[in-house]
Each structure stands twice: as structure tokens, then as C-alpha cells.
């Protein structure tokens, strides 16, 4: 009896070991199962939503490493004083070079890069750009203008980004405003500050502008390039716009800039691109040379001439006194048929008019009434600069279609300025 009994309960020990163990399987494949649907759902999720996390870091590497690089450089270049000392916003600056659109401005810059100095294009943004030295540009014609501009003008001007005709970042450092986004109400709002602070700054008296604060960057000295109109147009028309054009939409911004800044002048009321450029032409150099120190004629005027109006050459006006040596060393060796961009020609590259569109003096006639001696206004206004302008006849169709390239004395210059006149 007591065998049966120990027999039996072995058993029912075997038993209940042999069932522990089956559920114990059956366990493991429902966890098993389990563990295998939670991938398939990582795996569902991560196709719908996403990639796994080291995807993620090495995406936002990617996109983030360029922006981080640039802000390094510019902090060592800079603003950190270990190459050379920092430049504030409000530190006096050796030169601005104004010209109208399509008068070398670009070259220039590079020009006179070359000579060791750091003259930005259309930015006086000392924070993220190279223009310790000083600007040459367009847009910062603005300080220069004598009217009170309108308010719808301002508003159609910061109702959208007007890039490259003008940014609120080419006066002075973004700090408010995301980089991210393309334009929102900050930049908008940013823009129009920046309108009414530059706007006339340098042109009144005291060098007080209309809201009566100074200009945020002063300059030393302000120059004025000017090109020949016929060459200034052709490279605007090769650029944004045509010869026959009346919509002139590549140009959009940059006429939108020119409403702001010359308020009184008829730009709807003239149809065709090139009589708004020659317009252009007209009223920037005359506004700018009522105020400008000096000007040059890009097409005779070499760096080392354009560096020595500037003041880099003479120690009583050289704001750093390193350029001295620097700029007259270069310029002794170019004078020898050496040094960095000897021998190059300047004022005659022209990328942007890469159609080789020609403009003549008779394009220039059939402007509307407002503007209708438009012609005789431009011609007038470039003999005066030191062109000699041919074909100034009606009858003599040989040479109205002349361009002259050669150059005479200025006869109204007062000390070192044009004499003005009114503008139409």
C-alpha cells in the first residue's frame, strides 16, 4: 500500500512538472509572439514617421554643421580680436562707395580685396560679414536722400523681401528676427525701423536724419562711382530686364527700392525697363553727388587710385595705420608690373550682361511726358562726370550710335563736388 501510494504520488509530481513545463513553453511563444507584433510595430512606425534616432542626430548634423561653421568663422574672424581687432556696428569705417546699380560695384570690392582691405558689397553688418574697412553699394544710398519718404512707400517696400535690392540685415545685424523663416511680421517691422533710421541720416544738417538720430555706421569719407550711363544700362538690361520690355518683373525689387528712395519720381508713369533704368541712372548719381567727397569714373580709375581717394594711403585719414604700409607696398610693386592683380583691366566685366545687350542714345528718346528729355538729361549729366558723348545731333546718325570712351575734366566741379540741378 505505502509503494502504490509513493508510485502514485511520483506520478502526479511528474505530471504536474511536465504541465509547468508545457505552460511554461506555451509562455514563452505568446511572449515571443508579443515581442515579435511590438517589432513589426516599431518597424510600421519608424517607415510612417520616421527613422531610428541615429538617422535623426545625423540629419540634423548635416543640416545644422554649416550654419554652426559659419557662425565659428565669423566669431574667430571677427568678433573674437585674435585675427585683428573687432569691428562694432558703430565704429567709424573708413570708406562708403556708393554707384547706381550696374557700375562695377561687385568688381570693385574684389579689387580692392586684393589690396588687403576688407570693403564689403551692400553690407555694413561688421557682426557676420568682412567690412571692417567700408562698403561699396547701392541701397546705402539711403543716408544720401533729401525728401521725406512716404509711408506707403515704406509699407509696399517691407510688405515682402525685396532681396538683393535691399535687407534689413544689410544695415545692421539680425538680432530679433528668425533666419529661418523667409518673412514674417518681425522682418517686416524690422525693415520699416530700418527705413525710417537710415533714411536721409547723413543729408541734413549735423548729419541728423528725419527721425533725428545718426546714422548707425559713420564713414570717414563716402565716394561716388559712376560708370558710363550706356554701359550702366546695358548691364541692368542684361541682368533684369530687356531692351523691349514694359514689365520689367526680374527688376521688381529693385524698383520697389527706388520708389522708396526717390519718392517724387514718376516710376509708374514710365513703361519701358530701359527709360526706368536710364531714370534710375539719372537721379541716383545726381542725389549721391551733392554729398559725396570724391568720385572716379570706374572705367580709368584703378584700385590704387580708389584706395588713395579713400584715405588708406595717407596717415592723417588711415583710421587703421597697418593699411598704410600695406595698400602703398602693393601699389609700389603693381607700378613695377607687379603684385596681386597687376595689370588687370577694371570697370569692364560686365557677368551680368552676358546676352551682350547694346544700348545706344536713340533707345533712350520716346520716354513718356513726365520724363521726355529723359535723353538729353543723361547725356548732359555724363559729359558733366567727364565723358565725352558723341552724336549729340539728331541728324547725325553715324555717331548717335557711338559710345566714346574717352574722358575730359568735370567743368562744374565746386572743390571737390558737383554742382546739382533739379532733377527733371
Known sequence: MTMKRRLASNKLITNKSAYSESK????NIEHWE?????????????????????????ITLLVCSPKILQEAWSYYHLRSGWVRPSVAIGDERQILILGVVGSGKVQMAAELGKLGLEVGHESFDAYSSQVRDGTISFVHG????????????IADLCKESRTPAFHPTM???NLHCSSYSSWDRC????CASTVILEYGCAAHPGGLGITGAPCHTPFRRTLLQVRHPLRSIASMLGGLGSKNSTSCSRAKHLFHTAQTLFPDQPWEAVDKCIHKFALLWLVYNRAIMQYADDFYRVEDTPPCKVASLAGFTNSTDVIFP???????SVCSKRDYGEGPGNREEHGTVNRKNSKGIEVTWKMLEGAPYPVKNLRNQVQDLARRLGYIVRGLRKDDEEEEESVSYEYITPPLLVGAKMMSDPVI
Do not use: C, T
Not at 511554461?24 to 509562455?27: A, E, F, N, P, T
Not at 515581442?35 to 545625423?58: L, T
Not at 539711403?142 to 512707400?153: G, K
Open 24 to 27: 511554461k513553453g506555451v509562455g
Open 142 to 153: 539711403l543716408r544720401y536722400m533729401s525728401q521725406r519718404p512716404l509711408r506707403e512707400n
Open 187 to 190: 522682418w517686416m517691422l524690422q
Open 34 to 58: 508579443v515581442n515579435k507584433k511590438a517589432e513589426e510595430d516599431k518597424i510600421k512606425y519608424n517607415s510612417r514617421y520616421g527613422v531610428d534616432w541615429r538617422i535623426f542626430v545625423i
Open 171 to 173: 544695415f545692421k545685424p
Open 322 to 328: 597697418a593699411h598704410l604700409d600695406r595698400v602703398n
